[in-house]
């Protein structure tokens, strides 16, 4: 019986799959409920330092579990469930510790949504990313239309919304959308390296880089740098500053705690 959303922690990295490769990882409220416990779970876990964010079966995620949004009967049912959904990717987003997503197949409608909630995206060679509702008569309601034109110029993100055509990875790695392509059947591995690479920093830093880049983007210059100084000044006084000058010296990796 599928678990719908699996939680594996190995190596200081939580890699979390969606796991409804019958139903091509579509995301219905299930999936929705256990995402949101999963990373309530590992919020405050110090042995998880990075998220890994995947699919099994052969494509990432499919999008909205169509068959459970056919059943609604109101629309305040599909608005609680958007609802719902886009408070799990919000949780995501603002995730104290960096997350990757790790893309094969596609990603497509609140699947690539979930993908644009992530800090970093690995995709395979010839994966397709796009948000199809346009031809649905709807729109993305989970995040999609605005945090894809936070991710790539204006006019690219219109065009893939209001014509719900997607592209494909080497594209959107052009664009910017995407950190790293993988060759086929490589994205987890590679997603795992590249999460792995940021557990070794310190995890008060992480989080205050993460706040820093995702609320300063929407300040004037002047205020984000004052945001800037503050954290900074903060960050100065923990022991893992110290940790890390020390390293620095003594010419040997930092080991960081949090504090």
């Known amino acids: 019986m599928s678990t719908v959303l699996r939680v594996e922690l ?13 139903r091509l990882n579509a995301v219905g409220s299930e999936t929705v409920r256990r995402l949101t416990e999963a990373l309530e779970g590992i919020r405050d876990d110090d042995d998880v330092r990075a998220l890994v964010v995947t699919g099994a079966g052969r494509a990432f995620s499919a999008g909205a579990d169509l068959g459970e949004i056919e059943s609604f009967t ?3 049912q599909f608005r609680d469930f958007v609802g719902r959904l886009t408070e799990a990717y919000a949780l995501l987003e603002d995730f104290p510790k960096p997350s990757v997503a790790a893309v094969h197949g596609f990603a497509f409608g609140g699947g690539l949504e979930l993908v644009l909630a992530c800090d970093l995206r690995v995709v395979e060679r010839g994966a397709r990313l796009g948000l199809p509702e346009m031809k649905l008569g709807v729109l ?3 995040g999609g239309t605005q945090r894809l034109p936070r991710l790539l110029p204006p006019a690219i993100a219109k065009q893939m919304i209001l014509s719900g055509e997607p592209i494909e990875a080497e594209r959107a790695w052009q664009l910017g959308l995407v950190n790293e392509l993988a060759e086929p059947g490589g994205a987890l591995a590679a997603a795992e390296k590249l999460a792995g690479g940021l557990t070794a920093g310190a995890p008060l830093a992480l989080a205050a880089g993460k706040r820093l880049i995702d609320y300063g983007v929407g300040m004037d210059l002047g205020s984000a740098i004052a945001y800037e100084r503050e954290t900074v000044t903060v960050l100065f006084s923990t022991e893992d500053r110290a940790e890390g000058l020390n390293a620095f010296r003594e010419r040997r990796p930092g080991e960081f705690r949090g504090v």
């Open 74 to 76: 109101a629309p305040g």
């Open 140 to 142: 993305p309601g989970a």
């Open 10 to 22: 190995r190596d200081r990295l939580a890699v979390l799959t969606l796991d409804r490769p019958e």
